[in-house]
């Protein structure tokens, strides 16, 4: 495989679930970020991990709880949701800059629904 | 904060037409900004990356040009096809250490046949 892969790429879920999204990178690639898009809003970042240790949380409830074994895994892990939370989560990966973020390369996301 | 602002939200051409999206950034220290193009339910396909230094970069029927100081890039793509329906998307990263990319809300494109 190639690329950025995310599972399962649909996932129903009630609110006392817990459940994980996957993320896996074929790029070689040293940072990974848990992107989430809601309807009629700009992407918003979550989490970054660089060499798998997190360098960016932007203030994400801890109902969701990431997770990075090694630089090509990349997990978020779901629980007590609220029915606001239901999004298109986004995983991307990119090579570290020199002072910032290089090329991102997206997954397919995961449609998350909670009800 | 960073703002990128995406105008028009919507855009509708006839086959053949070549067209310019806009995108603008409220601060213009950059370390680089990247379009990338959205189809329906799908993730982000990456299309252009500009790093702060360069003042274009082309790819195929597409061009983005960037314009810091005024804080502006624009996406031309020439001869638009069907295939080319989707919605793109500008993002900036401010760089400084940090690895965030502030989004516009996209333009959606329609190239009618």
Known sequence: ?115 | KQEVTQIPAALSVPEGENLVLNCSFTDSAIYNLQWFRQDPGKGLTSLLLIQSSQREQTSGRLNASLDKSSGRSTLYIAASQPGDSATYLCAVNSGAGSYQLTFGKGTKLSVIP
Request: proline residues 5%.
């Open chain 1, 1 to 115: 495989e190639t690329g950025v892969t995310q599972t399962p790429r649909h996932l129903v879920m009630g609110m006392t679930n817990k459940k994980s999204l996957k993320c896996e990178q074929h790029l070689g690639h040293n940072a990974m970020y848990w992107y989430k898009q809601s309807a009629k809003k700009p992407l918003e970042l979550m989490f970054v991990y660089n060499f798998k240790e997190q360098t960016e949380n932007n203030s994400v409830p801890s109902r969701f709880s990431p997770e990075c074994p090694n630089s090509s895994h990349l997990f978020l892990h779901l629980h007590t949701l609220q029915p606001e939370d239901s999004a298109l989560y986004l995983c991307a990966s990119s090579l570290e800059g020199r002072g910032g973020a290089g090329e991102l390369f997206f997954g397919e996301g995961s449609r998350l629904t909670v009800l």
